[in-house]
């Protein structure tokens, strides 16, 4: 539904170029993805491939699986009322045959993107980045972004 | 069968390895730690010196380990993401290049709401998986996550965590797989007292043709009273202890649970040794570390085993009893010598 098209690329590069209407995209981004997901605005979104459960809520902030530390009902070890997140992520990918999406080795987030609109990065391509295919050699530093 | 000093070359040489871990004290003095490190001189090819384990502070592990060689035992260094940015962790990793530590262990680290410091900011800045990936980067490309080079590269053997017990079981294997794609050449696990449990898992490992690229010690150590017992069961998150280990443990009288417990801790060794892939153990008994060669020689594993000489810090290249193991212009962990990057 968000996949980058030409009408996405295009709204992405007018949101760059004028601050105020990029403050509301960005704030409405914000309160529909807080909504949905729990999102908290790291500004390089992983959803697509961890089953719209998102990693940033988990009290560890783990990009790339779950911590050891998961009850044996799913539970989450920090806070034992809420399941795992990861958890969550591998049994939606179970069920629509998606497991390979978890593979994905996640870099390290970037936190100056913290606060900035994930979609606007996505659509204007930054986060090309943000994962490598599983199995691939994935020894390599940081390519720079584009700010 | 001695085959040379040091953990890699042990599992290099197909041999089963033992290492033990050992938690630093809850102070400045280095004898504690000595105190507990030298009776596995000659017996273990490593011990592992904890990073605050629990989120519970205690001496460095860095220093830990530099004083576990001293005593004449192989360090591993725990680095946990719990304290440390991206910044503190990379410096950390090239200290411990630097002064001679010659295996580290990556993980993620428990949150500091365990621990003496719950008021504690949870770093976090990178994951275990993450923090695997740039050690490698910079012992094999010598670079750092910035991109920018380093003037010598480190040389440690690099090593992770596994848990085959917590869900999602599915994902376990596969998780270690990633570890390995990242960077992990061996990997210890989490206490493994239902062996059929991590049969299970090594098989899946084996599907995967993990035990080829990543040498496996599985976790392993006593319940030595019902109170730890009890603990075990219900107070350390994914941690699974079957129904007849706790009726074995439950249907001695209560002077003999320590003994049964170190019984079945040397029976789950045996069983373990018999896994396809497997290519060690990591023996854990906070708090009873003077008790370990009790245990490997019930497991038979007590032998004139480990490295030639097997004795003092002189078995450790580089380290020398008693003095300085900062020799002037020592290259940064010569010891490792060529035989690593696979």
């Not at chain 1, 913290?114 to 979609?119: E, K, N």
């Not at chain 2, 519970?56 to 004083?67: D, N």
């Not at chain 2, 480190?154 to 079981?169: D, L, R, T």
Request: hydrophobic share 40%; charged share 25%; aromatic share 6%.
């Amino acid at each position: 539904m968000l996949a980058p098209n030409a009408a996405y690329r295009g709204l992405a590069g007018a949101l760059a170029r004028a601050p105020a209407a990029l403050r509301v995209f960005t704030a409405a981004e914000k309160v529909t993805k807080g909504a949905a997901f729990g999102c908290r605005m790291c500004g390089q979104c992983t959803l697509p491939v961890t089953g719209y459960a998102c990693p940033a809520t988990c009290p560890k902030q783990l990009r790339n699986g779950p911590c050891g530390g998961v009850g044996a009902d799913g539970s989450c070890e920090v806070f034992p009322d809420l399941r795992c997140v990861w958890v969550v992520a591998y049994e939606r990918a179970e069920r629509e045959g998606r497991v390979a999406d978890l593979l994905v080795f996640q870099r390290p987030v970037d936190h100056r993107r913290s606060g900035q609109s994930a979609w606007v990065s996505y659509w204007r391509g930054d986060d090309e980045t943000l994962w490598a295919a599983p199995g691939a050699r994935q020894v390599g530093a940081m390519p720079e972004r584009r700010r | 069968m001695s085959t040379g000093a040091g953990l890699r070359a042990r599992l290099d040489s197909g041999a089963f390895a033992v290492t033990a871990e050992i938690v630093p004290p809850r102070g400045a003095d280095p004898e504690a730690l000595r105190r507990k490190v030298t009776p596995l001189v000659g017996l273990v090819d490593a011990v592992n010196i904890t990073d605050n384990a629990g989120a519970h502070v205690r001496m460095a592990s860095w220093a830990g380990s530099l004083v576990a060689a001293e005593a004449g035992v192989e360090p591993v260094m725990q680095l946990t993401c719990r304290d440390r940015n991206r910044l503190a962790l990379q410096s950390d990793l090239l200290a411990a290049s630097a002064v001679g530590i010659p295996n580290v262990l990556l993980m993620t680290g428990d949150h500091p709401k365990f621990g003496d410091h719950p008021d504690a900011t949870p770093v976090f800045d990178l994951d275990s998986v993450q923090l695997l990936w740039a050690a490698r980067a910079m012992r094999d490309e010598g670079r750092l996550l910035s991109g920018r080079a380093l003037s010598t590269r480190p040389a440690w053997f690099i090593g992770a965590v596994e848990n085959p017990f917590a869900p999602p079981a599915g994902f376990r294997a596969a998780r270690l797989a990633k570890k390995a794609d990242a960077g992990a050449e061996f990997a210890q696990t989490q206490f493994v007292f239902d062996v059929p449990a991590f049969a299970r898992w090594m098989a899946e490992v084996r599907d995967l043709g993990l035990d080829q690229r990543c040498r496996i010690l599985a976790g392993v150590g006593p319940v030595r009273s019902l109170r730890a017992l009890d603990h075990m069961r219900t107070g350390v998150p994914g941690l699974h202890i079957p129904d007849e280990v706790d009726r074995r443990l439950r249907a001695v009288p209560a002077d003999r649970v320590a003994e049964e417990g170190e019984r079945i801790c040397a029976e789950i060794i045996g069983q373990i040794r018999e896994i396809p892939g497997v290519n060690g153990v990591h023996v854990m008994a906070p708090g009873y570390e003077h008790g370990i060669p009790a245990i490997l020689e019930r497991a038979g594993l007590a032998g004139p085993r480990r490295r030639d000489g097997g004795t003092g810090p002189e078995a450790i290249g580089g380290f020398q009893g008693g003095r300085s193991p900062w020799p002037a212009g020592r290259p940064a962990a010569p010891t490792l010598g060529g035989t690593g990057a696979d």
